[in-house]
C-alpha cells in the first residue's frame, strides 16, 4: 500500500515539473502598437447628425384646444421636441446658444394672440455625448417674449460642452391670458430663432 502512494506521488511530481518546464519554454510574448488621430470639425447647431435642421425642436401646443375665458396654460405635444449643438473642433473653448421668438402668435390674416407667453421647460438629455462637470450649463426654465428679444439657453465655458449636448423642451408650455381674443378654425404659428456663438457668454 505504501509503495502505491508513493509511486503515484513521483508520477504526480514528474509531470508537474514537465509542463512548468514546457510552458516557461515555449511562452514568448511581444507589444505591437494601435494609434488613431482626429482633424478638427465645426461647432452647429445639430438635430439631424452633423447638419443644421432645427426641426426636431418645433414645438405644438394643440389645433384643437377649446375657447376659454380663463387664462390657459397649453402643453407642447411634441414629445421629442429637442434642441442639441454639436461641438467637433476638438477644442472645447466654449459656446453660447439663445433663443428669441420672433413676434406673437398670429395668423395669416395677422390676428395676433396677445400676451401668450411660451416657457421653455428644459431637461438635459442623458444622451448627450458629456456630464458632470463637462456639460453645459442648462436654463431649465426660459420664459420668452418678442418684446425681450435674444435670451440666454445653454452655455458652455472652456473645457465644457465637447461633442453633442442636447436639451428636451418636451415639457414646454403655452399660456394665453382671459383678455387675449381667441380665433375659432385658425392656425396661430410663430417662430423661434436660436443663435449660437463660439463663445460662452461670461467671456
Known sequence: MKK???GFMLSVSLIAGMAVTASADDTTSNKSNGQVGFEKGSITID???NGTDTDAANLDFGLKNKIDSTTDSYPNVNTDAKISVSDLRGDPTGWNLSVAQDSYFE???KDTLNGSKITLVSSYST???NSGEEAP???KKVELNPEDGSTPFMT???GQGNGNSIADISQSTLSVPANSARLANKTYSTTLTWELTSQPGNQ
Open 4 to 6: 502505491t502512494l508513493l
Open 47 to 49: 438635430n439631424q447628425n
Open 107 to 109: 395668423t395669416t390674416d
Open 127 to 129: 444622451g448627450s455625448s
Open 137 to 139: 450649463t442648462l436654463v
Open 156 to 158: 458652455a465655458a472652456s
